[in-house]
């Protein structure tokens, strides 16, 4: 995942440096003269640890719509260990009086319907009647402890197929069941517009299929209880694994 502040962009998911001198596996992209290099990054002291995750739900959070990126959101995602996390972080960076920066990470707990462990999923930030908040969907994760074995430890199974809308201010998190999202997907594009997110493809493990369509969930955040919908768009594209990128405000560009 690529981690963008201002001019400065960053590269999130390598397993460490040799000798270890970055431990958590982020580092600051540096293009000087057509030559790239991936230079170790620096942390606050009051940071907490983030180990190198592989495919973690990674997103960016800005305070008004369309505003600069000031938070970015990591979720989930598989360690050097092979154990899968539960854990939010959220990252910012931090400028010193000398113009030098540092990147601060800190974990956010939650509270309420709080998601399993799993990677392979998704979350974006959506904005409804001035408040913000995050789904999160999808993804894999390991076998209930209960229904493992030696033969099948590693074995993984799709999540259940419930959106998951989380407070930032107040750490809450409130599942959603919807009746059109019926199996669960990983490795799903999607795309955040306004108070919608739009979810392609992916790949469902119990069924072993790549669903053509394209659900549209749209979050609605009144003073009382949010609203949660689903609209189901079918479509002839299906993508896994892949990657987006938004190009303009009404334009998203998908590759692979």
């Known amino acids: ?76 995602g598989k360690t050097p260990n092979n154990e899968i996390s539960h854990k939010l972080y959220i990252m910012t960076m931090v400028f010193t009086v000398n113009k030098r920066f540092s990147l601060c990470c800190t974990e956010k707990d939650l509270a309420g319907d709080v998601p399993e462990a799993r990677y392979g999923h998704s979350m974006n930030v959506v904005f409804s009647r001035g408040k913000t908040a995050v789904v999160m969907f999808g993804g894999r994760s390991y076998l209930p402890l209960n229904q493992r074995t030696t033969e099948n430890w590693n074995n993984v199974i799709d999540c259940e197929p419930l959106v998951y809308l989380i407070d930032l201010q107040f750490g809450c998190s409130t599942s959603f069941n919807l009746r059109e999202l019926q199996d669960g997907l990983s490795f799903h594009v999607t795309l955040a517009r306004n108070d919608t997110v739009y979810i392609f493809g992916g790949h469902s493990l119990g069924n072993n299929f790549r669903p053509p369509n394209v659900y549209k969930i749209k979050v609605d955040l009144p003073l009382g209880s949010p609203a949660v919908s689903c609209t189901v768009i079918n479509s002839k594209l299906s993508f896994s694994s892949s990657i987006v990128t938004q190009t303009s405000p009404d334009e998203f560009v998908i590759v692979g």
């Open 1 to 76: 995942s690529l981690l963008y502040f201002g001019s400065h962009v960053f590269y999130l998911g390598q397993k460490g440096w040799p000798k270890r001198s970055c431990p958590t596996g982020v580092f600051l992209l540096d293009l000087k003269n057509n030559y790239l290099k991936l230079r170790p990054t620096t942390f606050t002291n009051d940071s907490c640890y983030l180990p190198p995750l592989r495919h973690p739900a990674v997103c960016s959070f800005s305070a008004s719509q369309g505003g600069e990126i000031t938070q970015y959101l990591i979720h989930g």
